[in-house]
């Protein structure tokens, strides 16, 4: 049963648009998220947070929204840059464990 | 800054073979995972251990077992490989209160 769903496995954006990479749930006690970057051969590295007592949390060009209703969460990356060419996770913490979202490569062509 | 260092980058083993993957981190972390990624599976969770000695079972621990002696290392330990543990697996640590995961590199295992 997959509790937090990535449903694109790719996504290919041109340099200085905008990348949307989308996440899903289904466990409604989810109440914070966090998205990971990883490039290859490197362990995931935390990039953004939200709580669910907000709809968004911005740092930098990287923005994350929270729609509750939906049990969905984006994150947004405004300009693309090449260097955020990699993997994207999306992950939900419940008491100690964190469940991960199946990923999205995003791929930022120049 | 937060250091998980996993002993092995990349490892070959033959079916049926004993393997230790070890992690350790030096924040003082009390919790530690175990994940394996692989494509189109994302990261799916192995073992976690809350404190030293204290293990809990993830969504796949079938086929591992974990050891947690000391508070800065956990071990996964694979009794007998088999082809299907062909796969990239990261450590992970937190603090207890945190809901942040610090990864190491990964460690490569592939089974012959």
């Known amino acids: 049963d997959q509790q937090v769903k990535q449903n694109s496995p790719s996504l290919s954006v041109q340099e200085g648009r905008i990348s949307i990479l989308n996440c899903d749930y289904t466990?409604?006690?989810?109440?914070?998220f966090l998205w990971y970057k990883k490039y290859p051969a490197e362990g995931p590295t935390f990039l953004i947070s939200i709580s669910s007592i907000k709809d968004k949390n911005e740092d930098g060009r990287f923005t994350v929204f929270l729609n509750k209703s939906a049990k969905h969460l984006s994150l947004h990356i405004v300009p693309s840059q090449p260097g955020d060419s990699a993997v994207y996770f999306c992950?939900?913490?419940?008491?100690?464990?964190?469940?991960f979202g199946t990923g999205t490569k995003l791929q930022v062509i120049p | 800054d937060v250091k998980v260092t996993q002993s092995s980058r990349y490892l070959v083993k033959r079916t049926g073979e004993k393997v230790f993957l070890e992690c350790v981190q030096d924040m003082d972390h009390e919790n530690m995972f175990w994940y394996r990624q692989d494509p189109g599976l994302g990261l799916r969770l192995i073992y976690f251990?809350?404190?030293?000695?204290?293990?809990e079972k993830g969504d796949i621990p079938e086929g591992y077992s974990v050891s947690r002696e000391k508070k800065e290392r956990f071990s996964l330990i694979l009794e007998s490989a088999s082809t299907n543990q062909t796969s990239m697996y990261l450590c992970?640590?937190?603090?207890?209160?945190?809901?942040?995961?610090?990864f190491g590199e990964g460690s490569r295992l592939t089974v012959l």
């Open positions: 992950a939900a913490p419940h008491y100690q464990k964190v469940t």
């Open positions: 992970a640590s937190s603090f207890s209160q945190s809901r942040e995961l610090f």
């Open positions: 251990s809350y404190d030293v000695k204290m293990k």
């Open positions: 466990n409604s006690m989810f109440d914070y």
